[in-house]
Structures are given as C-alpha cells and as structure tokens.
C-alpha cells in the first residue's frame, strides 16, 4: 500500500469556511455530497464557471471534517504505525533474500573458476591420448568387425538367394540356406564375374548408409532427421524387397510339394510370412547396430587426442554458470533497490508521524468530490444541458482532480 497516496499530512487548513446556516452555499448538517451536487447545481443553474471552485469547497471542507475528527486521526496514526512495523519486516525479509542470492553468487563464481581451471587443464592435454576414448574406439573397432563379417554373410547370402539361386531341393531348412548360404560366393562365381561382383559388393551399399547416419547425426540443424529418416527408410524398403524374394522363392517350393491349387505369393500374404520378417530382422536390426556402433567409435576417435567433447562441455558449462551469475545479479539489483524504497517509506512515515499534524486520507476526499460530481451531472439533464457541456464539466472535474491531489 502506498501510503504516500492514501495519506497526506499538514497542518491544518486555515482557510476552510465553517458551515453556517446563513450561508446557503455552504454544506448543510447531515447532507450528503451527492445531494450538495444536485443542490448546487440547480443553485448556479449549473454554470461551468463555479464548478471548480465548489468542488475545491467540498475539498476543504472534508479536510477540515478529518481534522476535527480526534477519533478518525488516532486510527489513521495507527494504521502507520502497523504500516511501518509491516515496513520493518519487509525490509528484514529483503535482507535474507539478499543474503542468500549473495551467497548464490559466490557459490557460482567458485564454480566458474573451478570450471576454468578445469579447461585450461583440459586444453593442455590436447596432443595426449584419452584413455577412456581409446577403450571405447578398441571395443567399437571389435564389434564393427564381428558385425561387418555378419552383414557381409547376410547380404551376400541374401542377395545371391534373392536374384540368382534356384531352390531345386526341397529342406526344412531353406530360410536358414538363403540367409547364410556358405556357397553363395562359389556358387555366384559359377554365374559369372558378374554375378561374383554383384553379390560381393551388395553388403557394400547398406554399410554405406551405414557410413551415412554417422555424418547426418553430427550435422547440425533439424534438417539433419530428415536426411537420417530417409536413410534408415531407404535401407528398410530394400531390406523389405529381398525379404519378399527370398519368402516367394520358399512359398514356390513349399507348395510344390503339396496337392490341391495355391495362389501366387502377394504382397499381403507376405505381410503375415514369418520367414519375411525373419529376413528383415536379422539384416535390418543389425544394419541399425551396425550404424550406432560405427557412429560411437567415430565419435571415440575424435576425442582420441583432442579432448574436444570434454572441452565442449567445460565451455557449456562455464557459460551457464555465467548466465546464472547474471540473473542472480540482476536480482540482487532489484532486491537493493527495493530496499532503498522501503526504508525511504519507512523514514518518511516516522518523520511524520512524531511531527504535530493532521493526516488526511486522500481516498476518502477524492470519493466525496466524485459524490458531490454525480450529484452536480445527475442535475444537468433536468436542467436542459447538453451533452458537450456535460463533456466539458467532466473536463474541469478531471482537472480540478489533477490539480488537487498532485499538488498536495
């Protein structure tokens, strides 16, 4: 609460007019302002002229109503009293929090030397070698050769079942024999160099996209999940296609083998065929492992003796650090200036309040002007006014409220 607004204090005013019963201008015993409004008014016959000074009438004259008033000038010393101990604990409060952003900003600056000196150090082993990223490139480096062994099987294996081999004998173990056919490589030969080099160089294509995911996961920008989506769609619908080969080719020789008319395999029955799904899983899945563990020894490699990942992160961490040390200063700006405030009311009020004056509220004033203004207009109707003259009686009204309320 502002009590700078609510409350003003003086001395008396000397020049308030006593109401008299003689004087018909004055306001009467117990009439309210409203109805001295609609009195004056017809009085004047609602002349603009005399509108500010009756309103400056009705400012007086409550002013001087508050000050004979020992009772109401006693509960208004109070009610600053309670302001000021309110004052008091706020001004305790503002301490405290200032304390604690204090320590806060020293609990930051402490990190961000820590943080500093931690990257100097980090940067000055730039050159050695990163132990933790050497194991993780040695582990990468043998899961990536047991795993491009497998792709290498599988594809070779695969493809070569799905455009070239001819199941003539009938197994139980024709998936098996398409997806890891030991003879693929003899058997492609047999084809033609062709068909050798066709067979050889398919794993190649899906340890390229492989190769690929590594690079678009490490660009930046969003634009980068586009290009890593269509990749890893791209490998499934081929992963997709030599499943259905492989899947028809086994459908042809299994319903050779029993009576009765079968229809063609179709796409829909595909769907529903394990041994596609078994060819997509046991390519696609491993393709994806492939490409995780790929990407991780890349990444194990570049912090081989450049420490960049871990200088990276020191650097993020110190501008956070220093971001928040800023926030916290900007806080304690605002908690000081605060302060400064309630101690500025606070001595206000207390010098004040020990001096010999009258204390106003100001809200009660302005309320019996604006009582004695309603009466004032509800009359101009009767009286035959016009709109703009109504319009300009609430223009002196707002100025005679400017005038008196922020020149007191």
């Known amino acids: 609460m502002n009590l700078k607004n609510l409350f003003k204090f003086t001395q008396p005013v000397q020049t308030a007019v006593a109401p008299t019963v003689n004087n018909p201008d ?4 117990n009439e309210t302002y409203v109805a001295y409004g609609r009195r004056m008014c017809g009085r004047v016959n609602a002349s603009i002229h005399v509108l500010n000074p009756l309103m400056q009438r009705v400012f007086l004259h409550e002013r001087q109503r508050q000050s004979d008033d020992e009772r109401l000038q006693q509960s208004h010393r109070q009610r600053l009293r309670e302001e000021i101990v309110e004052l008091n604990r706020s001004i305790d409060s503002n301490q405290i929090e200032q304390d604690h952003a204090e320590q806060k900003k020293r609990d930051k600056e402490d990190q961000i030397v820590a943080l500093r000196n931690e990257l100097d150090e980090a940067k000055g082993n730039i050159g050695e070698a990163n132990k933790m990223a050497r194991v993780k490139m040695t582990i990468g480096l043998l899961i990536l050769a047991i795993l491009t062994v497998y792709l290498f099987i599988f594809y070779s294996s695969t493809f070569f079942s799905a455009f070239f081999k001819d199941f003539d004998e009938i197994g139980d173990n024709l998936l098996a024999q398409a997806m890891f056919d030991s003879k693929a490589l003899p058997m492609a030969l047999a084809n033609g160099l062709g068909c050798l080099m066709f067979v050889c160089t398919a794993p190649i294509i899906f340890m390229g996209l492989g190769y690929l995911l590594h690079f678009y996961s490490v660009e930046k920008g969003n634009a980068k999940y586009l290009k890593i989506g269509v990749t890893v769609a791209i490998t499934f619908i081929f992963d997709c296609i030599l499943a259905y080969l492989i899947a028809k080719k086994i459908y042809d020789i299994d319903i050779m083998t029993r009576l009765g008319e079968f229809p063609p395999f179709s796409i829909s029955m595909a769907i529903t065929d394990i041994n596609v799904w078994a060819v997509i899983f046991c390519g696609f899945i491993t393709y994806m492992i492939w490409g995780f563990v790929f990407d991780l020894t890349m990444s194990a490699y570049e912090e081989l003796k450049t420490n960049k990942k871990e200088i990276s992160r020191i650097e993020n961490e110190i501008k956070h650090n220093e971001e928040a040390k800023r926030e916290i200063i900007a806080e304690l700006t605002r908690l000081r200036t605060q302060k400064v405030e309630f101690e500025s009311k606070k001595t206000n009020l207390e010098n004040r309040l020990n001096q010999n004056t009258y204390i106003w509220d100001d809200n009660v004033i302005r309320t019996a002007i604006s009582d004695f203004f309603a009466g004032w207009i509800a009359m101009m109707d009767p009286l035959g006014r016009t709109n703009n003259e ?19």
């Open 390 to 408: 109504q319009l300009e009686c609430q223009e002196v009204y707002n100025q005679t409220i400017n005038q008196l309320f922020n020149n007191n």
């Open 26 to 29: 004055n306001i009467r015993d």
